[in-house]
């Protein structure tokens, strides 16, 4: 039984994650994030579960999707996989409009106005550089991941490996665009990123998934050390400011938080700037602060709320804690080299981007990395406020997935 409607279809709007309305019989709508509107069925052939994609709404419309659907089953009746009748269907009807370098001049268009004028200008010469030549003129259906991959180790050899890191994230972007007009059912770029050589980072290194962060702050709050630093440690990966404004903040930047829409404002002179820009406020740095930091906060305010600082010195309660404290805890749980407390923003600005490559203008703006002009300086402040607000939530929820809340981390009798 059909359960759609025209009119649930058009008005389906985006929220902070992806969801599906089903229309029954395998056939459901996928809305991103984005907006992006996308009909999925599911079905099983020879004992596996596969997902097929009918293409965008309004492109492909409510009634289109159903007809899919019913060719679809008639191939499941006659033992044959609906995903072959699929692409020999869109290979009929597209040639060479699927190809690589259609789609990505596409993504771009779609983009740009969202992006600095150096990082669009870094984007499209990244792509013609190094990426045309070898798949622009494929079908998006025929690239395979070691097509992909035979792409990146030829930019690892420049030796360029973080620029090898970034055109992945930009070939996977292109792909889930063209994805999302049913050009194609997986993306071959999201199966090399374990292939690829680790970003280096020198003096700071840092882990570079969610899976890895996580362990990262399991090891650390599983420690005996002092339940301040630990709770130091969260709030700075929460919120990817830079450790030493974690470890000097006091508790009068916390103290009018709003109830609905907290937001944690760093002044400029505490900031990373030029001397001549401290005392300006338009730098004051706003951070969104998601649910789990302000629990970090309530669950500190328990143990230091009667101090003046925070996090303070373990041994003068009116000085700061050291800056040192959270990475003397990492090194102590043998992550010396492998993830330092300033990582922490490396390892946000990695999984955001590589999840949401268009929102780069959004996620500069959390990481603090301010322009040089007062009056952009003033505008950002305020600017993407709510999208921040969802990035940083999200990331706090990918983090912290099946970890305790901050009230329930302890540290053998130590405050």
Known sequence: MNRLTEEAVASATPRLRPYKISDGQNLHLLVSVTGARLWRMRYVIDGREKLLSFGQYPVVGLADARAMRDLAK??????????????????GTSGANES??????????????SWSRCHASDVIRSLER??????????????????????????????????????????????????????????????????????????????????????????????PASSIT????????????????VANAPW??????????PIWKIPAERMKLRVD??????????????????????????????????????????????ENAMGYLLKRVGLKGVHVPHGWRATFSTVMHEIYPEQHQVIELILAHVPENRVAAAYNRSRHMERRRALLQEWADMLLKGMPRASEIHSMGRP
């Open 74 to 91: 008639v191939e499941l009746k006659a033992k044959r996989d609906p995903s072959d009748w699929l692409k020999e269907h869109r290979r």
């Open 100 to 113: 690589f370098e259609r789609y990505a001049r596409e993504w771009f268009e779609n983009n740009q106005d």
């Open 130 to 223: 190094d990426v045309f030549r070898h798949l622009g003129s494929r079908s998006v259906q025929d690239i395979r991941a070691q097509d992909v991959l035979t792409v990146l180790r030829k930019i690892e050899k420049r030796p360029a490996i973080e620029t090898a890191h970034r055109v992945r994230q930009r070939i996977a972007a292109i792909l889930d665009f063209a994805a999302a007009t049913g050009a194609l059912d997986v993306n071959p770029a999201d199966r090399v990123r374990r292939a690829l050589k680790p970003i280096r980072r020198g003096r700071q290194p840092a882990v570079l998934s969610v899976e890895e962060a996580r362990e990262v702050l399991q090891a650390a709050e599983a420690s």
């Open 230 to 245: 630990k709770l130091a440690l969260r709030f700075l990966a929460l919120t990817a400011v830079r450790p030493g404004v």
């Open 252 to 261: 009068k930047e916390f103290a009018r938080l709003s109830p609905d829409a």
């Open 277 to 322: 820009q401290k005392s300006d406020p338009a730098r004051d740095h706003m951070v969104p602060l998601s649910r789990q930091a302000v629990e970090v906060i309530d669950a500190i305010r328990l143990l230091t709320g009667m101090g003046p600082m925070v996090f303070p010195n373990a041994r003068r309660d009116h000085d700061p804690m050291s």
